[in-house]
């Protein structure tokens, strides 16, 4: 067992880089050599996390640098922090995206305020997926509404204040379900266990005995959170507006991450704390997650502007990570873990090649683009890396997620697999669409004389593209670090039989 302190230092270093790039911000360009700084700490430690984990817990069905501290015993407050093979692919997501979003998607109005507002949003996020007390999760959770209703607010489009405004009352109304759950619960098992104090540790209170339909209650109370946070259909209307208006960062932050934060909590708390629940639950998610994958394919190819694109192509992929979730199969869900981490890394290229767009032309409106491919053939080359892979074509990332997704869900529930590989072809129609619309043809006017990605630029999306390629040919040493994670899980929530 390692120290948590490498834990904490992932939660504090931005938190304090943060308060410095706020303290600096009378030295122009100051503040964003802190924060870009503060990233560069926090994917090294993150990395050193990741090294770590690897050589002396590969193979390991238990939570690793694991430390609880009580702050308050009557009230139930603790600090409470752990790591395994589900949480650790999220933590190297999280240093990685951040990074990215501040060397290629820098903002320059009122930055030290913007660069402290995203690295507060990284000590949230990392908070949320390291936590291991549930109400220690919730306040994380909430937390991270806070940054991002600012970032959209101060430094999204036209239409910011009605994109923060719906971004946050459909959250932060979500998140309301979750606290009365969380309680709930808490308070079932201290009535239960009455010598005992009240407590939120998830190891605990996932033993708690319960009936059937008090469990499905309380799935449902989590389900909402996390299914608004995700977001899955139908609960998923503000995402469009919100991704077109955000600022580029604020859009990668939202969809790589947090996007994927409501999908880690529905497999580790809803899914994880209620077993009971599941045989009724199962058939309606899974109905939900394939509605998602079809309506959001559809939406794709109606859209009139990039970014919203990729908001409807997200909602399509969040309803195939939902369908790995939901289908207790343990190669499924592996799938589907890896398509959080995969999806994240995709949805990065794609946003900050749309945000290289943006700055050189003023738009985002696909009417406006044609023929980018001549002026701009780097650009066009990555961006057609980024939507293969977003296609799940064979040796790119995304095929190895989708494919466990499929052949894990065909094993446990074939017809709900059977109409989502539907959704695998709608990609290829809908992906191939906006290509040939703003990539393919003769460039005239503006277009003619887009400028092609700077080395800088190229620079930055090379970790993006090595992903994509060395996770597509070469998962293996990735999914060692899931399986045994997954499996635990599985085991300890599916029905006999339900585990293949």
Not at 130 to 144: C, G, I, K, P
Not at 394 to 418: D, M, N, Q, R
Not at 429 to 441: K, P
């Amino acid at each position: 067992m390692h120290s948590s302190l490498w834990l904490t230092l992932l939660i504090v270093v931005p938190l304090a880089g943060a308060l410095v790039a706020a303290l600096v911000q009378k030295v122009e360009g100051r503040a964003y050599v802190v924060a870009v700084a503060t990233s560069g700490v926090e994917l090294v430690l993150a990395l050193v996390v990741a090294c770590l984990y690897n050589d002396h817990v590969a193979g390991a069905q238990t939570f690793d640098f694991a430390s609880r501290h009580v702050l308050s015993a009557p009230f139930g407050l603790a600090y409470d922090v752990a790591l395994d093979g589900i949480s650790l692919l999220m933590v190297v997501l999280t240093a990685l995206v951040v990074l990215l979003a501040l060397l290629c998607a820098r903002d320059r109005r009122q930055e030290p305020a913007f660069v402290a507002w995203l690295l507060l949003l990284t000590s949230f996020t990392m908070g949320s997926f390291l936590s291991h007390d549930l109400l220690e999760f919730f306040v994380f959770f909430e937390l991270t509404l806070i940054p991002c209703y600012f970032i959209i607010s101060q430094w999204g489009g036209t239409e910011r204040s009605k994109a923060a405004l719906k971004f946050f009352i459909y959250t932060f109304t979500g998140s309301a379900f979750l606290l009365i759950g969380v309680l709930y619960l808490g308070f079932l098992h201290q009535h239960q266990n009455p010598t005992s104090a009240l407590t939120f540790s998830y190891s605990v209170l996932s033993g708690t005995a319960m009936s059937h339909g008090t469990a499905v209650w309380l799935f449902i109370a989590f389900a909402i959170a996390f299914a608004v946070k995700a977001p899955i259909w139908p609960l998923h209307t503000w995402s469009p507006i919100t991704y077109a208006e955000a600022p580029t960062a604020g859009s990668i932050e939202m969809s790589a991450l947090l996007a994927k934060l409501g999908t880690y909590g529905l497999l580790r708390f809803a899914v994880g704390l209620f077993p009971l629940a599941l045989p009724t639950m199962r058939p309606v998610v899974l109905t939900l997650a394939v509605i998602g994958i079809l309506y959001g394919s559809m939406l794709a190819c109606a859209t009139p502007d990039l970014k919203r694109f990729v908001a409807f192509s997200s909602l399509a992929q969040m309803g195939f990570i939902t369908l790995g979730v939901m289908s207790g199969s343990t190669i499924a869900t592996v799938g589907a873990v890896l398509l959080m981490f995969n999806h994240g890394v995709i949805t990065i290229g794609f946003f900050l090649i749309i945000g290289f767009i943006e700055q050189r032309r003023g738009s985002i409106m696909i009417k406006d683009f044609r023929g980018l491919q001549g002026p701009a053939p780097i650009m066009a080359g990555l961006f057609t890396v980024v939507m293969l892979a977003s296609i799940g074509l064979p040796g790119l990332s995304g095929f190895v997620s989708e494919y466990l997704i499929l052949i894990g869900t065909f094993a446990t529930h074939s017809w709900w697999a059977v109409v989502a590989t539907f959704g695998v072809v709608a990609a290829a129609l809908y992906l191939l669409w906006a290509y040939q619309r703003v990539f393919h043809g003769k460039a005239e006017g503006p277009n003619a004389t887009m400028a092609d990605a700077t080395p800088k630029e190229q620079w930055v999306l090379v970790p993006v593209v090595v992903l994509i390629v060395v996770l597509g040919v070469f998962p293996k040493p990735v999914l060692d670090r899931i399986t045994p994670s997954v499996h635990q899980l599985i085991e300890h929530v599916a029905p006999a039989g339900v585990k293949k």
